[in-house]
């Protein structure tokens, strides 16, 4: 057996209310093979079901996020009816089967990071990426197309034409133009990912774990079955979260003039 072939794929950790979820192949640029798929999704269940976490942060161990799926691996496990990568317990980390996480997901990214890995940070909900940091979907390159997701966020994203310009070439993004194409939101130096991604879960994590749910949900409403379906559904979520425990703290807090400290009840 090769040295560190029973390794865990995933790092879990956990840093007060957020849950740390690293991607750990370093020797092959985090290329993911189906143990990484698998513990991944293992990973998101975690943060879905435990109420005690209110955010994911997702990064990479090593110089690269990811150098994309490992084919040799993958590919065989590939059936008729697609790939099926979620065990009991888990949650799809691309979020296009099944139920999606219900708290918000902050990404570190340096170095390389295709395919897959540009779906990730699709479906996440902050993406921070120091300047080594390049993207690339470059599945059409490979005879396939991008089957995470994709096809569908990165119009949404960045627009029409910035998406088909990478997705129909291949091409890859370095970072100054995905911070510029809206693709990140955070641009910083090398080396400062991880520790600046940190400071925003922890700044989401402090908030009120309920409303920060609630309001992750009406803004995927929104995107998903459009603004009617949001709209309808803004007045009864805050009428349930005003009968929260949090609420009360809340209003304490803001007549006191103090940090509020919420409980996520």
Same mark, same amino acid.
């Given at each position: 057996?090769?040295?560190?072939?029973?390794?865990?794929?995933?790092?879990?950790?956990? @840093?007060?209310? !957020?849950?740390?979820i690293?991607?750990?192949?370093?020797?092959?640029?985090?290329?993911? @093979?189906l143990?990484?798929?698998? *513990?991944?999704? &293992?990973?998101?269940?975690?943060?879905?079901?435990?109420?005690?976490?209110? !955010?994911?942060l &997702?990064? /990479?161990?090593?110089?690269?996020?990811?150098?994309? &799926?490992?084919?040799g691996?993958?590919?065989?496990a590939?059936?008729?009816?697609?790939l099926? !990568?979620?065990?009991?317990?888990?949650?799809d980390?691309?979020?296009?089967? %099944?139920?999606?996480?219900?708290k918000p997901?902050?990404?570190?990214?340096?170095?390389?990071?295709l395919?897959?890995g540009?779906?990730?940070a +699709?479906? $996440?909900?902050?993406?921070?990426?120091?300047? $080594?940091a390049?993207?690339?979907q470059?599945?059409? $390159?490979r005879?396939? +197309? =991008?089957?995470? %997701?994709?096809?569908i966020?990165?119009?949404?994203?960045? %627009?029409?034409?910035?998406?088909m310009?990478? +997705?129909?070439?291949g091409?890859?993004?370095?970072? #100054? *133009?995905?911070?510029?194409i %809206?693709?990140?939101? @955070?641009?910083?130096?090398?080396?400062?990912?991880?520790?600046?991604?940190?400071?925003? /879960?922890r700044r989401?994590a402090?908030? /009120? =774990?309920?409303a920060?749910?609630a309001t992750?949900?009406?803004?995927?409403l929104?995107?998903?079955?459009?603004? /009617?379906?949001?709209e309808?559904?803004?007045?009864? *979520? +805050?009428?349930r979260?005003l009968?929260?425990? @949090?609420?009360?703290?809340?209003f *304490?807090a803001?007549a $006191?003039?103090t940090?509020? #400290?919420?409980?996520?009840r």
């Amino acid at each position: 057996m090769a040295p560190g072939t029973d390794r865990p794929r995933v790092t879990v950790e956990r @840093d007060g209310h !957020v849950l740390l979820i690293g991607l750990d192949r370093p020797e092959k640029r985090n290329a993911a @093979d189906l143990r990484m798929l698998r *513990e991944l999704a &293992l990973a998101y269940g975690e943060l879905d079901r435990d109420p005690d976490l209110r !955010v994911g942060l &997702l990064f /990479a161990h090593g110089d690269h996020f990811t150098a994309g &799926l490992d084919l040799g691996d993958v590919v065989p496990a590939v059936t008729d009816a697609g790939l099926d !990568v979620v065990p009991d317990g888990g949650l799809d980390p691309w979020q296009v089967h %099944g139920r999606q996480v219900s708290k918000p997901v902050v990404m570190a990214v340096q170095g390389t990071c295709l395919t897959l890995g540009v779906e990730l940070a +699709l479906a $996440s909900d902050v993406v921070v990426a120091d300047r $080594s940091a390049r993207f690339g979907q470059i599945e059409v $390159s490979r005879a396939i +197309l =991008p089957f995470g %997701g994709a096809t569908i966020r990165l119009p949404r994203r960045v %627009g029409w034409g910035d998406a088909m310009r990478y +997705l129909l070439t291949g091409d890859q993004v370095d970072a #100054e *133009e995905a911070r510029r194409i %809206g693709l990140v939101q @955070d641009l910083v130096d090398v080396g400062a990912a991880h520790e600046h991604a940190l400071v925003l /879960a922890r700044r989401i994590a402090a908030q /009120a =774990p309920l409303a920060v749910q609630a309001t992750l949900a009406n803004a995927r409403l929104a995107v998903r079955e459009g603004d /009617a379906a949001a709209e309808a559904a803004l007045q009864p *979520e +805050l009428v349930r979260l005003l009968a929260t425990h @949090d609420a009360r703290i809340g209003f *304490e807090a803001f007549a $006191s003039r103090t940090a509020a #400290e919420f409980t996520g009840r």
